[in-house]
């Protein structure tokens, strides 16, 4: 089995860094846009055999080190009562703007709602036969609740941020619910055979220290330790957050996924003897040449310099138009990459 | 004449802290939306009377201590031959994408271009007659360039970071002329009476610091050294850039705008002995009850502490659905504010 992904999460040492790719199973893969002409988002999501084909088709062209399951953060929500449609992006029937409604709101047991996250991870465990392991994830419940007042995505998401300063009590009862809801959600996943789980805090970096710490943070660190005794690695990935990678360490997930504004060996050695480091290239960096994104991903792999706890990854998910031929040269330059002082080495001998 | 704004500028000390807001001029006010039901954006920009008109309407309401003239960053790229509408955000006739779009670009004398804008500033300072400063305001070149390749206002702004990556060359012979154009721009404003300039670096926080200096940083220093023969203090706004204040102080301007991501307090103790800062109430606290609103104001002068060199401001553009009495609760607790000592020994006097 391939367990570098599982070592690294862990800071064990590795043969050599593990990489997957956020979004990996996505438009910019030709099979991908082929399947999806021929079923609807939701239907994808929520047809084990197929959400299952989309997460294998990136395995298939690339040597990833770890697959995600194909699913949607707002999926689960359902179960909290939230109706939504997606074109593509999620828009709520309800956007939820008061005490009453977040009041109103009771949580279902994820195995009723989503019971199809949880049989496409079996699957697609079967499928993998050890292969890769299995990532599970959910929305980090700041990101969540981002999405659930403003009721569509939304630059600057000004509605969550509004009720933040004006009724932070609702903002935290529903933060409260939400992360019921998803620790309940990652449970299901873990139980299912997902053998890491990451919780996405995609909107996070709107907020500053101190309110990262309370709307954010404390959430986050409540599904950490209810999903701790299962076992599993945790990643926490929050996005454009520079400003809040120390703050987000207190999260003690095993992994902190870091957007590409935080320079990552600098963020090692500051903070590697805590926690592992999941990141960072530009996603946008896809779209230079070959060598040049082979020359980027090397400067990563250099910059952490081979210490253990690091998993190559892009710095947000892979953008839809992102050439195939860059995803190759990100791989091959992971795969042929050598500590410095072991290059140099084996120059001198030759 | 009151000049605390101008001397907070030059790390003087001062009566008090001095306040003015971004897009203080703006639809937060019933007067400016009553305004803009009479006329278009456009030629609400254009005619420097209606500008003029504009610009007041907050100071009647409010002792802010600066005026900033009502403009938009994007109307000076018509000396490089860009069209576009408003709606309300810009929407470029062309987006520009390739190497010959750039080099056929010729810049046009802003005079010619933008008469208007030196004619409102000029107005505005006779109007004023001493009451406040008038600041003259640009784009900065990596934010211009953002829209101009992108074609309008997006999230992430894909189209321009994918150029810095594929043709770093091509995006650096935008920036050069975007860099000459508003040269001259801030020259106009500042020959016609502005006392002040600002340049806004809005999308300038999409970039990693290295990124940053290359593409966004350079082009300022370049602004900055060719106004400073003027002798009119010079603010930098980088906004979600909490990752890039360290760099962002080698422009050289005399003042760093902070968006709110950033803590004040502990951005001083760093730098406060280099530049000016000002700032960082996060714009959406203005959504909060006028006390929390005083309490947040009174939290920023307090980690200030009352060194020379502070401009109290959001952190970014007041939003549109702001309520008056929460910019009334902002004025009253910067007006009221004295440092600690101070107020421990009056109270103690009592």
Chains 1, 2 share one sequence.
Not at 213 to 221: G, H, I
Request: aromatic share 8%.
């Amino acid at each position: 089995m391939n367990d570098r992904f599982l070592r690294a999460c862990r800071r064990q040492p590795v043969d050599r860094t593990p990489l997957w790719i956020m979004r990996q199973a996505g438009r910019y893969l030709p099979e991908y846009r082929e399947l999806r002409q021929r079923v609807d988002f939701l239907t994808l999501c929520k047809t084990p055999d197929l959400a299952v084909e989309a997460t294998l088709q990136p395995l298939r062209r690339f040597p990833f080190d770890a697959s995600i399951i194909f699913s949607d953060i707002m999926l689960p929500l359902e179960a909290l009562g939230c109706r939504m449609t997606f074109n593509p992006g999620p828009k709520l029937a309800e956007p939820v703007r008061t005490r009453a409604q977040v009041e109103a709101m009771t949580l279902r047991p994820m195995a009723e709602v989503v019971p199809y996250v949880g049989e496409a991870v079996s699957l697609l465990r079967r499928e993998l036969d050890g292969k890769t392991p299995v990532i599970g994830f959910c929305g980090a419940p700041f990101t969540l609740s981002a999405y659930l007042v403003q009721g569509e995505g939304k630059e600057g998401f000004g509605k969550v941020k509004a009720m933040l300063f004006r009724e932070p009590a609702t903002l935290e009862h529903l933060l409260d619910k939400l992360t019921m809801a998803m620790t309940d959600y990652l449970r299901l996943q873990i139980a299912a055979g997902a053998q890491a789980v990451q919780i996405f805090d995609s909107w996070a970096g709107l907020l500053a220290e101190p309110e990262f710490r309370r709307f954010a943070l404390e959430p986050v660190k409540r599904i950490v330790a209810g999903v701790r005794d299962l076992g599993v690695p945790v990643i926490y990935f929050v996005n454009a957050g520079p400003h809040l990678v120390d703050a987000a360490v207190e999260a003690e997930s095993d992994v902190l996924g870091l957007c590409w504004r935080s320079p990552i060996g600098a963020t090692f050695d500051r903070l590697g003897s805590r926690v592992a480091f999941q990141g960072n290239l530009d996603c946008h960096a896809l779209f230079a040449e070959p060598a040049e994104v082979a020359a980027r991903t090397t400067a990563i792999l250099d910059a952490v310099g081979g210490r253990p706890g690091h998993v190559m990854n892009l710095g947000h998910g892979i953008l839809p138009e992102t050439p195939i031929a860059s995803v190759e040269a990100m791989v091959s330059a992971v795969q042929s990459w050598t500590p410095r002082e072991l290059a140099a080495a084996a120059e001198e001998r030759a």
